[in-house]
């Protein structure tokens, strides 16, 4: 019998690791978008800033007298949800001028297409996401067997139309708010935290919407490294009053809405300057 060379081996390997991994992410997918995360109750978080996310996906409304920003749209059975929780809040989707995105993937992005449909708005992404999101998921960084399954549809979510691309340290403005752009690569090249001030009674509060900084098993790329490094400077140097992340239970969303219900200003149970100094730390880990 002939010995197989080296290459029908290899060729062998990544045939049957594509097959296991179509099988595994059609499982995944089949649960996830069966059993995703659950809808929360919207609440303000300061001012005019309100969580609209999902139980634990995060997704966040600002409101300005001439339009609102959505930053981040959840899985893709989500965007029906934060439709739902910004008109529970009493705004009117079609008031949705901007979109924004922190990372492109399912979990945050997902739902950008419906919300973009429903609204109108305009999504704004860094120049590494931009491809990313108009694609539907496929990134260039993933493994391979993992890419195939975005390629092929298995993965993914509904692409959305990304009608504006900015640079590092940009700023967003829709009408009194201000979004800076701080790409934080990492998890992703193309990963964005943003910076911006919401007026609560007589204070001003910084807020930070942080890029997760986690890497992820299924993606490598070469600068990853020193990027993430980068990264960690960047959010450090940030001012925080108020911080959050695409994950609830990261920055701690049920427990400062339960604490803001009994204060006596509810803002104050989501100020925590500790906890993003502390979140940041253990990220550089």
């Known amino acids: ?15 049957l690791a594509a097959i296991v991994a179509v099988v595994l992410g ?22 005019n800033f309100y969580y609209v996310g999902a139980d634990a996906v995060s997704s966040f409304l600002i409101t300005g007298p001439e339009g609102h920003v959505v930053i981040d749209g959840g899985y893709p059975n989500n965007g029906p949800m934060i439709i739902a929780s910004i008109a529970q809040l009493g705004f009117d989707i079609k008031d949705v001028k901007v979109l924004l995105n922190s990372i492109p993937l399912r979990e945050q992005a997902g739902g950008l297409a419906a919300i973009q449909q429903a609204s109108g708005a305009q999504l704004w992404a860094s120049d590494a996401s931009a491809p990313i999101l108009a694609s539907g998921g496929d990134n260039a960084d993933m493994f391979l067997p993992i890419r195939m399954l975005f390629q092929v549809g298995l993965l ?16 967003i403005r829709v009408g009194p708010i201000a979004l800076t752009a701080h790409v934080t690569g990492g ?26 900084l986690g890497v992820m098993p299924v993606m ?18 940030l001012p925080a009053d108020i911080w959050v992340t ?11 809405f339960v604490a803001s219900q009994a204060a006596k200003n509810p803002a104050d149970a989501f100020i925590d300057p500790n906890g993003y100094r502390a979140y940041i730390d253990n990220a550089g880990d």
């Open 1 to 15: 019998m002939r010995q197989r060379t080296k290459r029908e081996v290899l060729a062998f390997v990544l045939v």
């Open 26 to 47: 059609r499982t995944w997918k089949a649960t996830v978008d069966r059993n995703g995360p659950g809808p929360a109750e919207p609440f303000r978080i300061a001012g």
């Open 156 to 171: 993914g979510f509904a692409p959305a139309r990304v009608d504006h691309q900015f640079k590092d340290g940009d700023t």
């Open 187 to 212: 998890s992703t090249r193309g990963c964005t935290s943003w910076s911006f001030a919401v007026r609560d009674g007589e204070r001003l509060l910084n807020v930070v919407s942080v890029c997760p």
């Open 220 to 237: 490598r790329y070469p600068e990853q490294r020193a990027q993430i490094e980068h990264s960690l400077g960047v959010l450090r140097s």
């Open 246 to 256: 695409s994950s609830s239970r990261a920055w701690g969303r049920y427990t400062k």
